[in-house]
């Protein structure tokens, strides 16, 4: 492995006839970009560790990266041999970077910039070419725009390409830094965000359906570690339901590493509420029975909210007053982060996590075990409250945290 250290300066003329090895060889990296958003006082050093943290986690022992940050973006280091498709399927799982490129880094002399760009261009198909320097290290002699006119002179001799300014069919972008030169072509798209751990711990209250991964990943986007709660009707619903909320927490777990998924019983409180309350309130029982006992999760996790897949209007539990109502029953604030999306954009957002195949699959969803024809859509906390006060649910609530199951879900690979 070649250390960045080591490029800092020219190294000596070898005797090799190539041009970049005349000015140290052109290392292969890759170049990370994020988003300047939130980084303002003192959030910028916490987020920029995380953000290496993370980096090095997605990678983990299959490829150990190494990661170096430099003004403002980042190095990121590969074995030799690692597949570029590998790197981005990895870096794509990061939230908090903005894009990344894979790039030759060479030392800062014109000539090995000029070399470095002959050879990122090489095997491309393309008419026209634009050169974008930014030059972050002032020390580097030749300013910007300098740079572009003396690169792109030579990228016209050696590939008797056009350079086109307004629309090319391919950018090379040099950045000089830190007496050093980064040469790439193509910018990938990162997830933006921010990077998960900057931004507290929240539980998420996970089904088997398509809503809740998706509105997981969007609390991870804004920086959250999430922790995953799951009811469970056992043995009235089939233990692969079970199975299958483990593997969605799985697939949510690439992009923040394992978590706990916490595995709660909630057979004996639903035979109690259908024994006790009108059907029409039943599943809105069930939902203040679940933040209830998310909520005593959270407490023992450090959490300081609770997020749901719900989204306005889309089922009868899901009305304005039916979401207020239920909301009332829990003592830490419910995020709904998917409440303003219709369907369409929910599933689009599943198949980009790569949830979406595993929830459609059929499963044994606990609501629908003993789910009324006729679920009301205006319910109010005063009328779920008094209907509570006759079911006595506290005793047990309590058995059910007590019977609760927690596994450590390791991330799917
Ligand atoms: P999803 O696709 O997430 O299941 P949904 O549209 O099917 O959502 P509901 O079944 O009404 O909606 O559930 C609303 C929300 O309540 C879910 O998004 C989830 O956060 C939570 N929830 C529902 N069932 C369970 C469960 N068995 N365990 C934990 N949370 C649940
Ligand atoms: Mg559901």
Request: proline letters at 7%.
């Amino acid at each position: 492995m070649i250390h960045f250290g080591e490029l800092s300066m020219p190294s000596p003329a070898s005797s090799t006839e190539s041009t970049s090895a005349e000015h140290g060889v052109a290392t292969p990296c890759v170049l990370v970009h994020y988003s300047e958003i939130g980084l303002k006082g003192r959030n910028r050093p916490l987020f920029e560790r995380q953000l290496a943290a993370n980096i090095r986690r997605v990678f983990g022992d299959e490829a150990p990266v190494e990661v170096r940050r430099l003004f403002g973006r980042y190095l990121v280091e590969v074995p030799a041999g690692t597949p570029p498709r590998l790197v981005e399927e990895r870096l794509k799982r990061v939230f908090g970077i903005a894009y990344f490129a894979h790039a030759l880094a060479v030392p800062a002399v014109l000539e090995a910039i000029e070399a470095a760009a002959a050879q990122v261009v090489a095997d491309r198909a393309f008419a026209t070419f634009a050169v974008r320097a930014k030059r972050a290290d002032k020390s580097f002699p030749v300013d910007s725009q300098g740079i572009n006119v003396a690169v792109g002179a030579h990228l016209r001799r050696v590939t008797e390409r056009r350079v086109d300014l307004t629309a090319p069919d391919l950018t090379v972008h040099i950045e000089v830094v830190d007496r050093r030169a980064l040469v790439y072509a193509d910018r990938v798209a990162g997830p933006r965000g921010l990077p998960v751990g900057v931004g507290g711990r929240v539980v998420c209250l996970l089904s088997g359906g398509i809503d809740s991964p998706v509105a997981a990943a969007r609390m991870m986007r804004r920086g959250c570690r999430v922790s995953f709660v799951h009811c469970h009707s056992f043995p009235y619903t089939n233990p692969a339901s079970q199975a299958k909320v483990a593997e969605l927490a799985a697939i949510l777990g690439r992009f923040q590493g394992p978590a706990p998924l916490h595995l709660v019983p909630l057979v004996e409180i639903q035979r109690h509420i259908v024994a006790g309350a009108p059907s029409t309130f039943r599943v809105l029982l069930y939902r203040r029975a679940m933040l209830r006992l998310a909520a005593a999760i959270a407490r023992q996790e450090k959490s300081l909210a609770l997020v749901t897949g719900e989204s306005l209007g889309q089922v009868a539990s899901q009305t304005l007053a039916n979401l207020t109502a239920v909301d009332r029953a829990s003592p830490i604030p419910v995020l709904r982060p998917l409440l303003g999306w219709d369907k369409e954009e929910i599933i689009a957002e599943a198949q980009r996590i790569a949830t979406f195949e595993l929830s459609i699959e059929p499963h044994d969803d606990c609501c629908s075990f003993l789910e009324p024809k006729d679920p009301t859509t205006r319910s109010t906390d005063h009328r779920l409250a008094a209907l509570e006060r006759n079911l006595a649910l506290d005793d047990l609530l309590a058995a059910a945290l007590a019977a609760t199951v927690v596994r450590l879900i390791e991330p799917l690979g």
